[in-house]
């Protein structure tokens, strides 16, 4: 499974940004897909995740009503609509696709810099 993002930039505190991630491959083993992030001096941390087959989404505190996941499902592809954004939000931002069977597969990051 290979995965590439897109959508990162440089937004003003309070704008909006959408990330998205096209998986490509064995698309058929995800099990989950969603998206991680790492700010500079920190670990890495889980932002969203969406379960293929039922849908089912999971949020960090953090994001709660200010990001939305969504998908395509005939695109293979993740998107991240994030809005209200902070600059604590700035970071790298990851997508990751958990298989069955348990193998996780990384896109190569998209960088959010939000300025205050």
């Known amino acids: 499974v290979q995965l590439v993002e897109s959508g990162g930039g440089l937004v003003q505190a309070g704008g909006s940004l959408r990330l998205s991630c096209k998986a490509s491959g064995k698309t058929f083993r995800i099990n989950v897909m969603g998206w991680f992030r790492q700010a500079p001096g920190k670990q890495r941390e889980l932002v969203a995740t969406?379960?293929?087959?039922?849908?089912?989404?999971n949020y960090r505190d953090s994001v709660k009503g200010r990001f939305t996941l969504s998908r395509d499902n005939a695109e293979n592809t993740l998107y991240l609509q994030m809005n209200s954004l902070k600059p604590e939000d700035t970071a790298v931002y990851y997508c990751?696709?958990?298989?069955?069977?348990?193998?996780?597969?990384w896109g190569q990051g998209t960088q959010v810099t939000v300025s205050s």
């Open positions: 969406m379960a293929k087959v039922s849908g089912i989404t």
């Open positions: 990751k696709a958990n298989l069955f069977g348990g193998d996780d597969y």
